[in-house]
């Protein structure tokens, strides 16, 4: 019979958990706010996790470009790999402590654009349909 939830499933899970409450609890680098990891993905061999994070500036960090916001989470968070690595190794029984490898997660962001892409194509669908109405009428 298969696993059902293997392996690298459950340290991956485990590693999510571990790691957003050492960023939120730990970190003090006043460059990032509110960091989601969204998901983590570890190698066959557990010798590498790569997490998938999202991050909501705060203060005075709300007026900052969007862009280079992220680009600032993602060098801070790849900049306290080892340290979040070396806390990490703390909680974890593992012989191995992956290296871990931030990325910024942009489905939220996809998924708004196609979003509003639907919204407008309905809005835009519903007035070509009003607009014939009232030229059959006349």
Same mark, same amino acid.
């Given at each position: 019979m298969a696993k059902e939830y293997a392996r690298t499933d459950r340290v991956a899970d485990q590693i999510q958990k571990d790691v957003a409450n050492i960023i939120q609890r730990e970190?003090?680098?006043p460059r990032i706010g509110m960091v989601t990891i969204n998901q983590v993905t570890i190698s066959k061999d557990l010798s590498y996790a790569e997490l998938y994070f !999202?991050?909501?500036?705060?203060?005075s960090q709300a007026d900052v470009d969007e862009l280079s916001y992220r680009k600032d989470c993602t060098k801070v968070l790849n900049n306290a790999s080892?340290?979040?690595r070396t806390q990490?190794?703390?909680g974890l029984k593992l012989r191995i402590v992956p290296e871990l490898r931030f990325h910024y997660d942009e489905v939220?962001?996809?998924a708004t654009h196609v979003t509003n892409l639907i919204s407008q194509a309905v !809005?835009?669908?519903?007035q070509n349909i009003q607009d014939d109405e009232t030229?059959?009428?006349v």
């Open positions: 970190v003090k680098d !999202t991050c909501l500036p705060f203060g080892s340290f979040l990490l190794g703390k939220i962001e996809r !809005t835009q669908d519903a030229d059959e009428e």
